[in-house]
C-alpha cells in the first residue's frame, strides 16, 4: 500500500455557521476512496463552539478529572477523551476566547462525510502518558473503521495474533498531523490511498471502558475519588481482587515499626454463607439490645436493621478486619497505656483506608460500617476469634449499582495550620 497525504491549502478563517464541507471542496479535489481530515478547531468554529474565555470553562467540560499537577489538569470530557484540559484550547482562536471541542465530534464527522462524499476523521492533538510529545488523534469518524481488529490472523512467520487492533483512525489523524501542523494554517488533508477491509466504525469505539482501564485515575484523584458505596450490584468479587486489598492495607504503618515482624490485623472475608449470616444475626441481636434499652420504638428499630442488612447483607462480599494488641508494650501508667491503644487503634485506621483504596483502585466499591465495634464479643464468637482479637467494623466490598457524583471540593484551609 502507497499512501499519499495532501494538505488542504488556502482555507479562510472558519466562522460559526460557515459550510465547511463546501469550503474544503473549493479547494481540494476528493477522490473516490479518499479520507478526508479535518481538525478539531475549524470544526468547532464552524459550529459555534467557540466562547468567551470567562469562569472555568475547563470544569465546565470536565467529566471527571483524572490528574492534576499545578494548572495542568487532565480530565475525562463528557466523550470520553481523556486529555489536557478537558479539550479547552486557547491555541489559534483570538484573544479572549476558548476553542472547546464539538458537542458530538462523531455526528460531526458523519455530517461533514455525508456533505463531501467520503469518509472524515475529525482530529485533535493529545498528549500520551509514558510518551514525551503530542500526536494528532481521531476525535470523531465516519465512513471507515476506527480500529482494525487483527486477533486471530496470523503475522509473518505464521504466529496467531492473539492482541492486535490497530487503530487506524488515529493513524490516519497522527498521518496528517504531518502535513497540517499547528502554526501553518491547514486545517484540513487528504489521506489517499487507504483500503482497509473491515467494518466502519467511530471514534467512541476508541474509547477504552471503565472496567479494562488500568490507569483511570492517578494515585492522588483516586484518593479523592473513593465515595462510601452503599447499593451494590450482585456481581461477585473475585478473590484476587480482595486478595490484592488485603495486601495493600496491611502496607500500613505498624506500631512499634520493625521491632515487630508481624503486623497486628487480621481480615475475615465473607461471602454469603452461613459464617456471614451468623455475624449478621449476632450483631443484629446486639443492637436490638441496645435500641430497646434505649427505649427506641419497635418500629425505629425495625427501619434501622433493614438499612444495616440492604447494605452488609446485600453486599457482595463483607471482608471484618480485626486488630490484636498481643504485642503492644504494657506501661505501669494509664497514660502511656492509652497513647499504646491509641498507636494501634490510628495504625488500624490507616489499614483499613488503604483496603478501601485498594478496591476502589481495581474498580470496586466499599463502605466501612462500625458495627462490630458495639458487639466485639458477639462479633468474635459469630467469626470464631479468639479473644484477643478485636473485630474493628466491617467493609461492605462490591461493583456500586451506579456511579457516585463527584466528590465536593474540599478546601483545606480550614483543616491545616502551617508553623
Known sequence: MTLEIIPVRGLPEIAEGDDLAALIRAHAEVL???VVAVTQKVVSKAEGRVVADEGDPVAAETRREVARRGDLVIAETRHGFVCANAGVDRSNVVDGFVSLLPEDPDASAARLSGALGAPVVITDTFGRPWRQGQVNVAIGVAGLPALVDLRGEKDAHGRVLEAT???LADEVAAAAGLVQGKAQGVPAAIVRGLAPEAPEGTAR???RPPEEDLFRESPLASISARRTIRSFTGD???REVLAEAVAAALTAPVPHGSRHR???WMWVVLDDGPPRRRLLGAMAEAWRRDLEADGVSERAIARRLDRSDALLGAAPALAI?????????DYPDERRREAEREMFLLATGAMVQGFLLALHAQGYGSAWVSSTL????DAREALGLGPEWLPMGAVACGRATEAPPPRPAIDPRSHVRFG
Open 32 to 34: 473516490p476512496g479518499d
Open 165 to 167: 487492533v490497530i487503530a
Open 205 to 207: 469505539d476508541l474509547v
Open 236 to 238: 461477585h468479587v473475585p
Open 262 to 264: 508481624t503486623r497486628p
Open 321 to 329: 478486619p480485626a486488630l490484636t494488641m498481643a504485642k503492644a508494650d
Open 374 to 377: 458495639f458487639a466485639k464479643q
